[in-house]
């Protein structure tokens, strides 16, 4: 029996001593789990922040791209409706350009037949001093110039 006792005091020394390390132990394992999780939490939240900044920059770069092909649309309606006008303008000048040559055409053909007119006159006239013809005959031949004016003039 005293050996019995012997051994529980025994153990009973050793265990008051092995649990101090024992709980030492476990002590420092708890805190180094506990580290561990406060290290992974402050890296979760780091990388939640990380996760926030890149959905952030690319709602931005998503904006800043719409921002870029609307302006482009815009830019090309512009330069759309810029060179409708500028081909209406063109077509405008170049119509008056026409209808100034046309103009100038018939002025040309206007003068071309005054001249052919005054120059066959002259001649009726030249004729008529020329033969000392009658009024009567004078007529016929101012009449017969007169026809054959649209000759001349082709």
Same mark, same amino acid.
Do not use: C
């Given at each position: 029996?005293?050996?019995?006792?012997?051994?529980?005091?025994?153990?009973?020394?050793?265990?008051?001593?092995?649990?101090? +390390?024992?709980?030492?132990?476990?002590?420092?394992?708890?805190?180094?789990?506990?580290? $561990?999780?406060?290290e992974? !939490?402050?890296?979760? $939240?780091? /990388?939640?922040?990380?996760l926030a900044?890149?959905?952030? =920059? !690319?709602?931005?770069?998503?904006?800043?791209?719409?921002?870029?092909?609307?302006?482009? =649309? $815009?830019?090309?309606? =512009?330069?759309?409706? !810029?060179?409708?006008?500028?081909?209406? +303008?063109?077509?405008?000048?170049?119509?008056? %350009?026409?209808?100034?040559?046309?103009?100038? /055409? $018939?002025?040309?053909a206007?003068?071309?037949?005054?001249?052919l007119t005054?120059?066959? /006159?002259?001649?009726?006239?030249?004729?008529?001093?020329?033969?000392?013809?009658?009024?009567a !005959?004078?007529?016929?031949?101012?009449d %017969?110039?007169?026809?054959?004016?649209?000759?001349?003039?082709?």
């Amino acid at each position: 029996m005293w050996v019995a006792i012997a051994f529980i005091i025994f153990a009973a020394l050793v265990w008051k001593k092995a649990a101090g +390390a024992i709980t030492g132990l476990l002590d420092a394992r708890a805190e180094k789990i506990r580290a $561990e999780l406060d290290e992974a !939490q402050r890296l979760r $939240e780091d /990388a939640q922040a990380l996760l926030a900044n890149y959905q952030r =920059r !690319q709602r931005d770069a998503l904006k800043e791209a719409e921002a870029i092909i609307a302006h482009a =649309r $815009e830019e090309a309606d =512009r330069l759309r409706s !810029q060179a409708g006008a500028d081909l209406e +303008a063109s077509l405008k000048r170049r119509e008056a %350009q026409a209808m100034d040559r046309i103009a100038q /055409a $018939e002025a040309g053909a206007l003068a071309e037949v005054r001249n052919l007119t005054v120059d066959i /006159a002259m001649d009726a006239s030249r004729r008529i001093l020329e033969t000392g013809i009658q009024p009567a !005959q004078a007529d016929k031949l101012i009449d %017969q110039s007169i026809a054959e004016l649209p000759k001349h003039l082709h």
